[in-house]
């Protein structure tokens, strides 16, 4: 388990928290859409932290071709239709480059400030010329708007109960997954970023804003510098 995470529930618990279980069961929401409007129709897609496949069995069925990356073989081993690799994120150089790389589920808020670098620069080490990077980020109120809850209606009810400073701008956030048959809770350690100090890691790693596709700001296509 990563420092300063933890997760309980029924089933396999992977290093930074998340239940297997529970992210077989989680509904998809808009991201597909949101990449598909982004991206070349048919790119490959690097997927970085895909879990069990919930964004890349929809983007597979808009005609994407994709390769997943996950630390957890429990996690890939509920991705179907895809290559997939097992692998810390961190560390990754497939010596191939791609259409898109996408860094989804707000992990360029990593706690840790040097991980955040490492998922950065392995974005940016296997992204083709001429193709883009997509970053998913935190809403601004995330940390601020706590504790509250979203009934989703497949059933689901997620409840972030607490965003608690544990120091070096870091907040231990508490969420839990409530469905009518079982219970997932997980504690995971997340760093907030300003408009200017996301852009500003993003500078750091070789990559810089090309478009906000979201009203919210959470969805971002980012360019390799030149």
Known sequence: MREGHEGTGPGAITPDGCAVELYTRLPVGGEPDVIAAAVPAGAHILELGSGAGRV???????????????????????????????SPIEGLDLGETFDVVMLASFLVHAGDE???????????????????????????????DVPR???????????????????????????????????????????????????????????????????DGIWVRALPRA
């Open 149 to 215: 809850e979203r009934v989703d209606p497949s059933g689901l009810t997620v409840r972030i109960v607490l965003a608690e400073p544990v120091g070096d701008g870091v907040n231990s956030v508490h969420a839990e997954y409530v469905f009518p048959d079982a219970v997932w809770t997980q504690t995971f350690l997340s760093r907030p970023l300003t408009k200017e100090q996301f852009e500003s890691a993003l500078a750091e790693a070789g990559l810089a804003v090309d478009a906000y596709l979201t009203p």
């Open 114 to 144: 040097e991980v955040r670098r490492k998922l950065l620069r392995a974005c940016v080490r296997h992204v083709g010329e001429g193709g883009c990077v997509l970053i998913q980020r935190e809403g601004e109120d995330y940390h601020s």
């Open 56 to 86: 890349t069995h929809a983007l597979l069925e808009r005609g994407f071709t994709v390769t997943a990356v996950d630390e957890s073989a429990d996690m890939l081993a509920r991705v179907r239709g895809a290559r997939t690799i097992c």
